[in-house]
């Protein structure tokens, strides 16, 4: 009973990708064989639009295949809790034994955010510490890294795995649109003009494909360039919506490496391959450079590959290898997050109280949010620091 509704999910899943392809395939009957073979007289004109159109449309395809059919990548072992740290854990007799033990564990992991309260980013569905950037996507139910959004219209969660496919089929998909209003714009005004009684089917068909594609052109130009803008920030669009916390406090710019060395982060080193949809993304989806000041540890990835590149910024991309201990999860959800707070390992920077009111200061938050941190006021006065009305703010998140 439970397989077959599993099963029924999954079909439920896949009506909107189903929706999609046939859009696609009418537009493709609408547009070579009506248009261009019953329609256009002029035989270069024809070779032309039917050249051009296909070429798009390989593109545009291939880009979705990619968005749909690659798995998102899921949290490596390394951020599971091994037998003995949990049985140490649940063995610890106080909190602040715990507390040390899981800051003992996290102290080899590449963890630059923290939860709103300064604790570290803890996964209570999939017992996992977070690493940077990654999310647990309810309707995928596993956490997955670098997650952008869970989109149905791919079917899949947009991450770290497919965020080019993403953007190269919103862009390839906005071309397709933009040359078939293009090039169906005259025989629009045509039919228009027309006294006589012209095919029927045809005229429909060219007069609906030149309404249907304008009509998804401007929703894509809107979303393309939206998401261009996120790439140029290196913001996720849940970043967008709610900044990372980093040591110093929330700061939506803490990944912003500057506009060059954003796009080589997704796009990779070799600017032929940017308009291809193949894997070109740096780094393992797990560590990400981040402005001077908010790392933990090191300000480069650590992972194996060919990759030596050194772009703006004195960043260092490495390889884009991904951790070898990773699940490859299919993606099947909506985000749930960081309320998930790791509530037995509060982070606390080592600050003294005059350094920590400078770090919180306003001039690190972001203003188009804000963040609950009364629970970090509480940690601090615990640890001694006195950091001021800064910590008095309220858990409001304004979009
Ligand atoms: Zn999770
Ligand atoms: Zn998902």
Redesign the pocket.
Known sequence: MAGSCDFCIRIFKCIPVLFVLSVVAWSYFAYVVQLCFNTVQSNVERVFDLMVYHILLFFFLWAYWQTVCTPVFTVPRKFVLSAEDQDRFNRAENEGAQKQIIEEVTQSLPLATRTASGGFRY?H??SHIKPDRSH?CSVCG??VLKMDHHCPWVNNCVSFSNYKYFILFLGYALLYCLFIVMSTLQYFIEFWEVTGNPDRVQRFNVLFLFFVAAMFLFSLVSLFVYHLYLVSHNRTTLEAFRAPVFIRGPDKNGFNLGCGPNFTEVFGDDVLLWFVPVFTSMGDGVEFPVRYGYSSSSNRYHSMGRTINSIGDGVEYPQRTLDPASDHLLGSDNWTDDNDDFRFAPYVPPLSPRTAKRALAPTNLDNSSSYDSTRSSDQCEENGLNTGSNLDRQQTFVV
Request: aromatic share 0%; hydrophobic share 15%.
């Open positions: 996964c569905i999939c647990h596993t956490c």
